[in-house]
Nanobody, 123 residues
Framework: QGQLVESGGGLVRPGGSLRLSCTASGRTFSYHAMGWFRQAPGQEREVVAV????????HYADSVKGRFTISRDNAGNTVYLQMNSLKPEDTAVYYCAADFSWSKLVNRAAEYWGQGTQVTVSS
């Protein structure tokens, strides 16, 4: 059984930066698409950024383009989300997910999910 563990969340002021990490264990995820999702209170979980095995295949939500960057390490088992110019509306629980199917991942039907890490943007 594979597991995903997120880290790096916290409280940051508007305009600040955070870097989230998601470390996979229990199996290799190097052939899986991986991504970041977020869910604010009272809202549906939404895609933030997803990445295929190759770093050239990326997708970002319009709301984070130009501010967030997704990447993964060479082994493919750790995925990062660099978040810059954070806004209060970025406040949410951020989840890491992975699936062999790109379609399942972007449609929030991934097989593997982390437990989430809270990101709060507030002055």
């Amino acid at each position: 059984q594979g597991q995903l563990v997120e880290s790096g969340g916290g409280l940051v002021r508007p305009g600040g930066s955070l870097r989230l990490s998601c470390t996979a264990s229990g199996r290799t995820f190097s052939y899986h698409a991986m991504g970041w999702f977020r869910q604010a209170p009272g809202q549906e979980r939404e895609v933030v950024a997803v990445i295929r095995r190759r770093e050239s295949d990326l997708h970002y939500a319009d709301s984070v383009k130009g501010r967030f960057t997704i990447s993964r390490d060479n082994a493919g088992n750790t995925v990062y989300l660099q978040m810059n110019s954070l806004k209060p509306e970025d406040t949410a629980v951020y989840y890491c997910a992975a699936d062999f199917s790109w379609s399942k991942l972007v449609n929030r039907a991934a097989e593997y999910w982390g437990q989430g890490t809270q990101v709060t943007v507030s002055s």
